[in-house]
């Protein structure tokens, strides 16, 4: 005897798993929004509403951020910020994509699976804990490189760490920590580019330089925009680095140098905490600009 199910029946089953997946994928979202507005939302609004206003709680408009500008530090200090974004970023969008296409390349063997490895070891490491590591190799008495240090004239720490040299050296201790886990992402990026596209290129008799440039890098835009809003973001909050520094030379590097150090010195040095969310507010609107720049003209959200 045969048991046949009735259309009706079909459609019930289909129902009830797609209420169960959209419960359980309403779960999901749930728990990061109850996240995001705990520790997003609510001290973001927070550093709104101190921003303008006044010690008091006195709505002061833009006095706060008007303050912060005219501060002898706020110019050279977005400088600084500036010039390092500019060094950190083209480093990482250049060198980034360029090591995940080689080991792409070497995918097949296990040369490439060691390199991915050893690219993401200092992932592991948190920022102060990386600095510190940098702090012994800057410093030509201890430095496991002090030869070649020497052999760039640098005989001392205060010569490598000379206020000429930070957004270089800020860029590579970034570059250090940071672009493992960036190399993972668009080597996986390469993985999901289809095959039949791949083929059709090596068939029309594309070269390595050809395949990379005409038809990887295009179809990866997304992922690299993607990698330059978060590390714009991160990078503008510049901190850990020139703070811990300044604390190892004795205010070589400056305790201002950046526009996060500025708005610290202004909450617990000068005790003005609405000025320091003034700043924080101002990066936050930068940061938020800039991104919705790079949306807006590299087609993100478009389909393909």
Same mark, same amino acid.
Do not use: C
């Given at each position: 005897m045969t048991v046949t199910h009735s259309p009706v029946s079909s459609v019930r089953r289909r129902s009830q798993g797609a209420r169960r997946q959209r419960r359980a994928g309403t779960a999901f979202v749930a728990a990061?929004?109850?996240?995001? #507005? /705990?520790?997003?939302?609510?001290? @973001?609004?927070?550093?709104?509403?101190?921003?303008?206003s006044n010690a008091q709680g006195a709505f002061t408009g833009f006095d706060n951020f008007v303050t912060t500008m005219q501060d002898f530090? +706020?110019?050279?200090?977005?400088?600084?910020?500036?010039?390092?974004?500019?060094?950190?970023?083209?480093?990482?969008?250049?060198?980034?994509?360029?090591?995940?296409?080689?080991?792409?390349?070497l995918a097949s063997g296990g040369a490439?699976?060691?390199?991915? +490895?050893? +690219?993401? #070891?200092?992932?592991?490491? /948190?920022? /102060?804990?990386?600095?510190l590591v940098w702090l012994f190799v800057l410093d030509p008495t201890v430095s496991p490189v002090s030869s070649l240090l020497g052999a760039l004239g640098y005989n001392t720490f205060g010569e490598v760490i000379a206020?000429?040299?930070?957004?270089?050296?800020? @860029?590579?201790?970034?570059?250090? @920590?940071g672009a493992g886990g960036w190399i993972v992402v668009i080597y996986g990026a390469l993985n999901n580019i289809p095959k039949d596209v791949m083929e059709a290129a090596r068939i029309d008799g594309a070269g390595a330089w050809q395949t990379a440039w005409r038809v990887q890098i295009p179809m990866l835009r997304k992922w690299i925009v993607y990698m330059v809003i978060l590390a714009f973001a991160g990078g503008a909050q510049?901190?850990?680095?020139p703070q811990l520094l300044s604390l190892a030379s004795v205010g070589v590097a400056g305790r201002d140098y950046s526009l996060n150090q500025l708005s610290y010195d202004f909450a617990f040095q000068m005790n003005n905490i609405n000025g320091a969310a003034a700043v924080s507010v101002e990066l936050l609107v930068v940061s938020l600009s800039a991104a919705a720049l790079f949306v807006a003209r590299s087609g993100f959200f478009d389909a393909e």
């Amino acid at each position: 005897m045969t048991v046949t199910h009735s259309p009706v029946s079909s459609v019930r089953r289909r129902s009830q798993g797609a209420r169960r997946q959209r419960r359980a994928g309403t779960a999901f979202v749930a728990a990061y929004v109850v996240l995001l #507005i /705990a520790f997003g939302v609510v001290p @973001t609004a927070y550093a709104v509403y101190f921003a303008f206003s006044n010690a008091q709680g006195a709505f002061t408009g833009f006095d706060n951020f008007v303050t912060t500008m005219q501060d002898f530090r +706020f110019v050279p200090a977005l400088g600084h910020v500036g010039l390092y974004l500019l060094f950190w970023l083209v480093s990482l969008v250049v060198i980034v994509v360029g090591l995940a296409l080689m080991l792409h390349r070497l995918a097949s063997g296990g040369a490439g699976k060691a390199l991915r +490895f050893l +690219f993401y #070891i200092p992932g592991a490491l /948190a920022g /102060a804990a990386s600095v510190l590591v940098w702090l012994f190799v800057l410093d030509p008495t201890v430095s496991p490189v002090s030869s070649l240090l020497g052999a760039l004239g640098y005989n001392t720490f205060g010569e490598v760490i000379a206020p000429g040299h930070l957004p270089l050296l800020f @860029t590579i201790i970034a570059f250090w @920590t940071g672009a493992g886990g960036w190399i993972v992402v668009i080597y996986g990026a390469l993985n999901n580019i289809p095959k039949d596209v791949m083929e059709a290129a090596r068939i029309d008799g594309a070269g390595a330089w050809q395949t990379a440039w005409r038809v990887q890098i295009p179809m990866l835009r997304k992922w690299i925009v993607y990698m330059v809003i978060l590390a714009f973001a991160g990078g503008a909050q510049l901190f850990v680095e020139p703070q811990l520094l300044s604390l190892a030379s004795v205010g070589v590097a400056g305790r201002d140098y950046s526009l996060n150090q500025l708005s610290y010195d202004f909450a617990f040095q000068m005790n003005n905490i609405n000025g320091a969310a003034a700043v924080s507010v101002e990066l936050l609107v930068v940061s938020l600009s800039a991104a919705a720049l790079f949306v807006a003209r590299s087609g993100f959200f478009d389909a393909e």
